[in-house]
């Protein structure tokens, strides 16, 4: 049984930096691509990066660019969100998720992951 696990979510002043963490089990993590995703209230759930199985390969969704990386410890079985220079527009409850397939591109489309963590809670004062 896959599980994921995130944890370091809080509330930040705007331009802050917080780093989550997402703890996976139940099978051999790095094998594995990664995402995280995120929904603000009364929004869709959106795509915010993803890291490929490998490592070699991350994509961002353009709002995020230049201020989020997304990264991974196989040793660890964590993928990272670190997010510097928040902004209030990044309020919103994060989740990683993982696909279903191994040795897989990073994806953007959200109907590519099967598990999902429980999200964590982010919140950026203005």
């Known amino acids: 049984q896959v599980q994921l696990v995130e944890s370091g979510g809080g509330l930040v002043q705007a331009g802050g930096s917080l780093r989550l963490s997402c703890a996976a089990s139940?099978?051999?993590?790095?094998?594995?691509?990664m995402g995280w995703f995120r929904q603000a209230p009364g929004k869709e759930r959106e795509f915010v990066a993803a890291?490929?199985?490998?490592?070699?390969?991350?994509i961002y969704r353009g709002s995020v660019k230049g201020r989020f990386t997304i990264s991974r410890d196989n040793a660890k079985n964590t993928v990272y969100l670190q997010m510097d220079s928040l902004k209030y527009e990044d309020t919103a409850v994060y989740y990683c998720?993982?696909?279903?397939?191994?040795?897989?591109?990073?994806?953007?489309?959200?109907?590519?992951?099967?598990?999902w963590g429980q999200g964590t809670q982010v919140t950026v004062s203005s």
């Open positions: 998720a993982a696909p279903e397939q191994r040795y897989s591109i990073a994806y953007y489309n959200q109907y590519a992951y099967k598990y």
């Open positions: 890291i490929s199985w490998s490592g070699d390969s991350t």
């Open positions: 139940g099978r051999t993590f790095s094998n594995y691509a």
